[in-house]
């Protein structure tokens, strides 16, 4: 969502960022003729500052921590000796509407007012106080006999105010802001041109997201989530927060305990009952089938997921990576794997901002 659109150069190196309700996510991309670099990242546990998360919401309220985001990013710059200032950040699920619909024929110059013309109907927040990005879908504008089928996008502008303000208190460059399923879309993706089911679990929500030939078709938010599955076992097994934390991650589905596996399996059905009826009404409006699911977010490292997933949905199931296109120090490349997950989304809107 770029609200800067009469920059016309792109600069060679950017930072996407990717304030997550429980860590700060840096990277810092550049490019070069055909080719990317990873040129550096961070991270910063909400954790490790204080004991609330960055941001706090519950749907409809939005608190983002400008003083601790700010901080935090500035001590990932420094510890990561970052000297990049351009960025752009992701904007979180839940301060983000999402809705489609089509237009009459019309000329490409005139979308963005049939945009804000016809948004009014669908997006639950005052127009004057909104944001609105759009991405056109299908259709072919400037040709009187083509429908156009519009992605809208809109956040209440008091949330672009906060990242302002964060990027302006951090010394950073804002560039643009964008939503973070347009990001994961653009990071996973790539030129697959299948269709793709991709679902995003991080610690607070889910989004899943359904991607066609590189194009974010739809984008659905639920409230389900890593933090969900470790409180589930902390009280079931009467153990602190980090102790349970650490069995979920180390065992996950695969736990030899039937009552931790049964615990996670209680609480992730839900969720798949909610994919499997997103995927069924796609391939009913629609008609076409969706191909591959994705799981990213660092909920997708949770063992026995993917397996589990791939039982319950019959489709093939990747965790894929993020990074696998650039170019990095071979040295990394175990720990980038197990990062990809969590890094999907910053990685993501930094390469949006280079072209
Ligand atoms: N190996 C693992 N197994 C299970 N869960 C894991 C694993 N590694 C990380 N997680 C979980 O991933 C979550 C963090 O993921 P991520 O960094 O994507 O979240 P976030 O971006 O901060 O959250 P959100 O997007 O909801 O704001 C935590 O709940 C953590 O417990
Ligand atoms: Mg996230």
């Known amino acids: 969502m770029t609200f800067n659109p009469f920059r016309m150069?792109?600069?060679?190196?950017?930072?996407?960022?990717?304030?997550?309700?429980?860590?700060?996510?840096?990277?810092?991309?550049?490019?070069?003729?055909?080719?990317?670099?990873?040129?550096?990242?961070g991270e910063i546990k909400s954790a490790s500052?204080?004991?609330?998360?960055?941001?706090?919401?519950?749907?409809?309220?939005?608190?983002?921590?400008?003083?601790?985001?700010?901080?935090?990013?500035?001590?990932?710059?420094?510890?990561?000796?970052?000297k990049t200032r351009a960025a752009i950040?992701?904007?979180?699920?839940?301060?983000?509407?999402?809705?489609?619909?089509?237009?009459?024929?019309?000329?490409?110059s005139e979308i963005?007012?049939?945009?804000?013309?016809?948004?009014p109907q669908y997006i639950p927040l005052s127009i004057s106080e909104t944001t609105?990005?759009?991405?056109?879908?299908?259709?072919?504008?400037?040709?009187?006999?083509?429908?156009?089928?519009?992605?809208?996008?809109?956040?209440?502008n008091q949330v672009v105010q906060e990242y302002q303000r964060v990027a302006q208190m951090a010394g950073l460059e804002l560039y643009a802001l964008e939503a973070e399923a347009l990001a994961v879309a653009r990071s996973l993706v790539k030129d697959n041109k299948k269709i793709i089911c991709l679902i995003d679990i991080g610690v607070q929500s889910t989004t899943v997201n359904i991607v066609n030939k590189g194009i974010l078709e739809k984008?659905?938010?639920?409230?389900?989530?890593?933090?969900?599955?470790?409180?589930?076992?902390?009280?079931?097994?009467?153990k602190g927060y980090n102790e349970a934390e650490e069995i979920k991650c180390k065992k996950g589905l695969l736990s030899k305990e039937k009552n931790i596996s049964d615990i996670l399996y209680l609480l992730i059905d839900p969720l798949l009952v909610q994919i499997k009826k997103i995927i069924s009404e796609?391939?009913?409006?629609?008609?076409?089938?969706?191909?591959?699911?994705?799981?990213?977010?660092?909920?997708?490292?949770?063992?026995?997921?993917?397996?589990?997933?791939?039982?319950?949905?019959?489709?093939n199931i990747e965790?894929?990576?993020?990074?696998?296109?650039?170019?990095?120090?071979?040295?990394?490349?175990?720990?980038?794997?197990?990062?990809?997950?969590?890094y999907s989304v910053a990685v993501g809107v930094a390469m949006g901002g280079l072209g």
Do not use: H
């Open 49 to 82: 500052l204080l004991k609330e998360p960055f941001r706090t919401y519950e749907r409809g309220s939005y608190v983002l921590s400008n003083y601790f985001a700010s901080r935090a990013i500035k001590a990932i710059l420094e510890e990561a000796k970052i």
């Open 9 to 41: 150069f792109f600069p060679k190196k950017m930072l996407g960022i990717d304030i997550g309700t429980s860590s700060i996510k840096i990277v810092e991309i550049s490019k070069w003729g055909g080719g990317k670099t990873l040129e550096n990242y």
């Open 219 to 238: 984008s659905f938010s639920f409230d389900f989530a890593g933090n969900q599955l470790t409180y589930a076992i902390s009280s079931a097994l009467d």
């Open 112 to 119: 963005s007012d049939a945009v804000r013309f016809n948004a």
């Open 132 to 156: 609105l990005d759009w991405r056109l879908i299908s259709g072919t504008p400037g040709n009187n006999r083509s429908n156009l089928k519009v992605l809208v996008v809109a956040v209440a």
């Open 282 to 315: 796609f391939s009913q409006t629609e008609g076409k089938e969706i191909e591959d699911v994705y799981l990213t977010g660092g909920t997708a490292n949770l063992p026995g997921l993917k397996e589990y997933f791939k039982e319950a949905l019959k489709k």
């Open 319 to 342: 965790v894929p990576n993020c990074f696998s296109d650039f170019l990095y120090s071979p040295i990394l490349t175990e720990s980038l794997k197990d990062m990809s997950p969590r």
């Open 89 to 108: 950040f992701s904007i979180p699920d839940f301060s983000t509407f999402f809705v489609s619909f089509e237009l009459p024929p019309m000329a490409e």
